[in-house]
């Protein structure tokens, strides 16, 4: 059964940093991209990055490129998302997710973790 567990949300200030991590269990984490969403109330889940299961491609929204980064330690089965110059619209409950190399949609969701940017 694929877990993803994430970590590292919380409060912080316009222009701060925080960074994300999600656990994987019960897949081979090389053999999955994976990535991050996020959804604020009243609004659809979006992408926000993703990164190819053999840590040789990255893909940002437009609205975080230059100030997130996605990565990954296949030897703790861990993803990461580095966000740096927060935004107030960054604000979200951020979604790790996790992709079979074979496959066409994200199918396996962790339980979100909140990130609130205060202005």
């Known amino acids: 059964q694929v877990q993803l567990v994430e970590s590292g949300g919380g409060l912080v200030q316009a222009g701060g940093s925080l960074r994300l991590s999600c656990a994987a269990s019960?897949?081979?984490?090389?053999?999955?991209?994976m990535g991050w969403f996020r959804q604020n109330l009243g609004k659809e889940r979006e992408f926000v990055a993703a990164?190819?299961?053999?840590?040789?491609?990255?893909y940002y929204a437009d609205s975080v490129k230059g100030r997130f980064t996605i990565s990954r330690d296949a030897a703790k089965n861990t993803v990461y998302l580095q966000m740096n110059s927060l935004k107030p619209e960054d604000t979200a409950v951020y979604y790790c997710?996790?992709?079979?190399?074979?496959?066409?949609?994200?199918?396996?969701w962790g339980q979100g973790t909140q990130v609130t940017v205060s202005s």
């Open positions: 997710t996790a992709r079979c190399k074979a496959c066409g949609k994200f199918g396996h």
């Open positions: 019960g897949l081979t984490f090389n053999s999955f991209d």
């Open positions: 990164i190819s299961w053999n840590d040789i491609s990255t």
